[in-house]
C-alpha cells in the first residue's frame, strides 16, 4: 500500500486592529499530540535541509515568516510545496522522504513534532530509504 504524501492545514486566523493572532491546537488543528517544537532560521537560497526521512516522528511546518519550499516524497511520487503562509502547515506523516530549501532571508520556518528528538529514528541515506519505504509499504 503507498501512503499519504503529505496534508495542508488552515489554521484560524484571527485578527484585529491590533494585529493577527493564528491558533495550531494539537490533537485539533493538527494531526497529533505535539511533543516538541523546533524553528529554523538564518538558512539562505543555497542551502538545501532536511534529507531525510523519520520512522517514527510526524512533522507539521509553518513558514511563520518569509517563505521556503519544502520537497516531499515516497521515492515515487514527488511534490514540491512552497511554504508562504503563517496560516497554512503542511502535515508531512512518518517514512516520507522532505528536503527544505529556497529559504528567503526572513523565513522562520516552524516545526511541530509528534516525537522528542531521538536521532536513531532518522534515515539520512536516501538509497536505505528507498529500501525501508518498500518494506514500510509491503507491511502497512
Ligand atoms: P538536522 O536534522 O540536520 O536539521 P534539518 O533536518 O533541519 O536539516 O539537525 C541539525 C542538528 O540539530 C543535528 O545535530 C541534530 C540537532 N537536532 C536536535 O538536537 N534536536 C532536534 O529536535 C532537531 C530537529 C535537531
Redesign the pocket.
Known sequence: MTHELYRKLQFADLGDDRGKLVVAEGELDIPFRIE?V?Y?YGSDDTVV??Q?ANRESEFVLINVSGSSKVMITDGTNKEIVELNRPMEGVYIPKMIWKEMYDFSPDSVLLVLASTH?D?SEYIRDYDRYLKEISKYNART
Open positions: 516538541r523546533f529554523i535541509r532536511g531525510h528528538y536521532g
